[in-house]
């Protein structure tokens, strides 16, 4: 299994576009993107921040991508 890295909460966006999804929405201070098949997924988008281990966790499982994938995209 490939180490998580540590990322931006706008470099998981990045690469989420990259992967399909679009912006549906914002509230807040979180962007929900979805992709074409259907598959939703939130970004906590706090400024100079970090996201933690286990939100880059769930967004890579809610984009039903692997660690590998994420990574390549």
Same mark, same amino acid.
């Given at each position: 299994?490939?180490?998580? $890295? *540590? #990322?931006? $909460?706008? &470099? /998981?966006?990045? @690469?989420? !576009? @990259?992967?399909?999804?679009?912006?549906?929405? #914002?509230? %807040?201070?979180?962007?929900?993107?979805?992709? $074409?098949? %259907?598959? !939703?997924?939130? #970004? $906590?988008?706090?400024? %100079?921040?970090?996201? @933690? @281990? %286990?939100?880059?966790?769930? #967004? *890579?499982?809610? /984009?039903?991508?692997?660690? &590998?994938?994420?990574?390549?995209?």
């Amino acid at each position: 299994m490939t180490k998580l $890295p *540590i #990322i931006t $909460p706008q &470099e /998981a966006f990045k @690469k989420l !576009q @990259k992967g399909g999804f679009c912006l549906d929405r #914002i509230k %807040g201070s979180h962007y929900v993107l979805r992709h $074409p098949n %259907g598959k !939703q997924v939130v #970004i $906590p988008m706090h400024a %100079g921040k970090t996201l @933690k @281990k %286990g939100t880059l966790v769930n #967004i *890579i499982k809610g /984009a039903d991508l692997t660690v &590998e994938m994420f990574l390549n995209l």
